[in-house]
Structure formats: structure tokens, C-alpha cells
Nanobody
Framework: QVQFVESGGGLVQPGGSLRLSCAAS????????MGWYRQPPGKQRALVAH???????SVTKSVRDRFTISRDNTKNTMYLQMDNLQPDDTAVYYC?????????WGQGTQVSVSS
């Protein structure tokens, strides 16, 4: 099974920025559409953005003007640049395949936005 390791989260003030990283353990990453998911406190996990193997991207409407997804297939790594963060962006952020294939979730990275 592929292992995912998310990093880059933290505590920021509203309007701040963070860049999340997702490292995958196997090269199957390079052939797969990958996505960032997030789970706010008390809510279900949901897909935020995804990127195809060739770099085509899609970002959910609510964050489209603030979040940018990208990938580096040479490093088996995916990124999520988050700008102008708002309290509603507070969540644990995870990466995984799109669509899901039953792979185990990583530990995620906590993003907290608060003044």
C-alpha cells in the first residue's frame, strides 16, 4: 500500500498563508490523480482540490480564488498553497487518490486559523 505523509500545517492568523506538502511512498503517485481533502472539527472529510498526472487542476469553488494545487512527479510530492486563510479553513488536511481506492489515510496536517 501507498503511504502518504502530510506536512506544513500550523496556526496562522486570518489572512495568512501556508503551503502544505504530501509525500507518497510509491511511484504509482506519478500515474494517479491526487487530491487534498480536509476535515473540519465535527464535520465529514471532503475533497478540496485535485490534480491529474499531467497537472490539470480543479479546486472547489469555495476556495478557488485562494488555494492552488500542484505536484512534482520527480519527487512523488503534491502541494497545496493556501493564501488569505480564514477561520472556516480550520481543519485537518489529508492527501489521497482521486477517486479513493481504499488506501489508508495518513496522519494529516492540522491547519488552524485564528486571531
Amino acid at each position: 500500500q501507498v503511504q502518504f505523509v502530510e506536512s506544513g500545517g500550523g496556526l496562522v492568523q486570518p489572512g495568512g498563508s501556508l503551503r502544505l506538502s504530501c509525500a507518497a511512498s510509491l511511484s504509482i503517485f506519478q500515474e494517479s490523480t491526487m487530491g487534498w481533502y480536509r476535515q473540519p472539527p465535527g464535520k465529514q472529510r471532503a475533497l478540496v482540490a485535485h490534480v491529474t498526472p499531467l497537472g490539470l487542476t480543479s479546486v472547489t469553488k469555495s476556495v478557488r480564488d485562494r488555494f492552488t494545487i500542484s505536484r512534482d512527479n520527480t519527487k512523488n510530492t503534491m502541494y497545496l498553497q493556501m493564501d488569505n486563510l480564514q477561520p472556516d479553513d480550520t481543519a485537518v488536511y489529508y492527501c489521497n487518490f482521486v477517486p479513493l481506492r481504499g488506501e489508508r489515510w495518513g496522519q494529516g496536517t492540522q491547519v488552524s486559523v485564528s486571531s
